[in-house]
């Protein structure tokens, strides 16, 4: 069993703060890690995919980089808007399969 | 494209009957993923096919659940008996590859509810 974890599990900021936070995966055997946003009552949506340790990858005002070497990953939200309202997925896809083991995701409500 | 197409979106059953839940993957995705999420357990894998061909099936809880894929564009997971719980919401996903720069597609999901 793949070990994914996010943190925290859950996170209330106000309207312009920015915010992060953070998956840790298995350093070992990896071969990409995915982010997906999720809102409530609707399905996850594809943020970004990682492959290289070092990466950094940015849309609007959400970001996110990687290291592989010690297995971890940050998810960044600047000037958080409450339409960022949502759960974060972060994925781990090792080199055997094209398959994910998914974290539990960080809950974020960001309040007007 | 319509992005992947799940039916039903909700499904209320007794238990013991069996429940077929329905999949259309995106057009030339040559992936499909049956995920389940529940409040414990979180998103997770029951089976993954690649060009119609199951490739892992370890996540499928036990020989109540089964999938199919008899074509590039439709699969099905069947629960016979259902019981309580297997109450959850069932999600497919498709991708293209090995969805390096995508991701996965998500379709809206069925919330299975067995009373």
């Not at chain 1, 312009?16 to 953070?22: E, H, M």
């Not at chain 1, 000037?79 to 896809?93: H, I, K, M, N, V």
């Not at chain 2, 499909?32 to 894998?45: D, P």
Request: charge should be neutral; glycine fraction near 8%; charged fraction near 20%.
């Amino acid at each position: 069993i793949l070990n994914v974890e996010q943190s925290p599990q859950s996170l209330h900021v106000q309207e312009g703060d920015s915010t992060n936070f953070t998956c840790s995966f298995p350093s070992s055997n990896f071969y990409a890690l995915h982010w997906y946003r999720w809102e409530t009552a609707k399905s996850p949506e594809a943020l970004f995919v990682m492959t290289l340790n070092g990466d950094e990858k940015k849309k609007g005002r959400i970001s996110a980089t990687l290291n592989t070497k010690e297995g971890y990953s940050y998810l960044y939200i600047k000037g958080s808007q409450p339409e960022d309202s949502a759960t974060y997925l972060c994925a781990f896809r090792p080199n055997a399969g094209n398959m994910l083991t998914f974290g539990g995701g960080t809950r974020l409500m960001v309040k007007p | 494209d319509a992005g992947v197409i799940q039916s039903p979106r909700h499904e209320v059953t007794e238990m013991g009957q069996e429940v077929t839940l329905r999949c259309k993957p995106i057009s030339g995705h040559d992936y499909l993923f049956w995920y389940r999420q529940t409040m414990m357990r979180g998103l997770e894998l029951l089976i993954y096919f690649n060009n119609n061909v199951p490739i892992d099936d370890s996540g499928m809880p036990e020989d109540r659940f089964s999938a199919k894929m008899p074509n590039a564009s439709f699969s099905t997971l069947k629960i016979q008996p259902s019981e309580p719980r297997d109450s959850a919401v069932y999600f497919c996903a498709s991708s293209f590859g090995g969805a390096y720069r995508y991701g996965y597609t998500f379709g809206s999901g069925t919330r299975l509810t067995v009373v």
